[in-house]
């Protein structure tokens, strides 16, 4: 209100003299009340900062998390593929490993045969070369302690030689892609005799 009438009192008061300095206005508000609009300004933008900042930490907690789950794609996409691949691996080395027993068990060495167990050890190996490529890795439990994560127990052998809760025997290899295991072992683990 007192800029309005000020603003008034210059339109109709003198044109022609020159404008005397007229007195400040008064502010409606106090010092006091001035000094708490104040606080309580500070008090938004501090609570403005906050949630922003909060915001801000949210959404980079998002973009980790999403990257994460990207990245983690990629690398675990194809594991009910490599599943599958798996089996036909087992399958390649049971067939090498037969080829190779009928070659031995033969007094007269077959050339034929002696090449199909050479041909299949080198496809085993190339495709273990491909599986390792794609961090695929085939474990070799034995010897070493029962892990749960990693080992199916199938069945209990008397510990000879060995620390018992070791693994004695291995049945069916297991794998891991990129150190998350896919396939358990199927293994033997060592027990103490009982008398």
């Known amino acids: 209100c007192a800029f309005s009438t000020a603003a008034q009192q210059r339109s109709t008061g003198d044109e022609c003299g020159p404008e005397?300095?007229?007195?400040?206005?008064?502010?409606?508000?106090?010092?006091c009340a001035l000094e708490h609009k104040a606080i309580k300004l500070e008090e938004q933008v501090r609570d403005l900062t906050e949630r922003y900042r909060r915001a801000l930490a949210d959404s980079e907690?998002?973009?980790?998390?999403?990257?994460?789950?990207?990245?983690?794609?990629?690398?675990?996409?194809?594991?009910s593929f490599?599943?599958?691949?798996?089996?036909?691996?087992?399958?390649?080395?049971k067939t090498a490993e037969s080829a190779a027993g009928h070659a031995e068990q033969r007094?007269?060495?077959?050339?034929?045969?002696?090449?199909?167990?050479?041909?299949?050890?080198?496809i085993e190996a190339k495709l273990q070369s491909v599986f390792a490529k794609h961090g695929l890795q085939k474990m070799n439990p034995v010897g070493g302690r029962y892990d749960p994560y990693e080992h199916?127990?199938?069945?209990?052998?008397?510990a000879e030689g060995v620390q018992p809760?070791?693994?004695?025997?291995?049945?069916?290899d297991g794998y891991k892609l990129h150190g998350r295991t896919i396939r358990h072992a199927l293994v033997g683990v060592a027990v103490e005799a009982q008398e």
């Not at 907690?61 to 594991?79: H, M, P, S, W, Y």
């Open 152 to 158: 199916e127990i199938i069945c209990h052998v008397p």
């Open 61 to 79: 907690n998002v973009r980790r998390r999403t990257q994460k789950f990207v990245e983690d794609a990629k690398l675990f996409g194809i594991q």
């Open 107 to 122: 007094s007269d060495p077959n050339p034929t045969l002696q090449k199909i167990y050479e041909g299949l050890s080198l």
């Open 82 to 93: 490599c599943r599958d691949l798996v089996e036909v691996a087992d399958i390649l080395e």
């Open 165 to 172: 809760g070791t693994v004695a025997l291995v049945t069916q």
């Open 20 to 31: 005397e300095p007229s007195e400040e206005p008064k502010h409606p508000l106090s010092d």
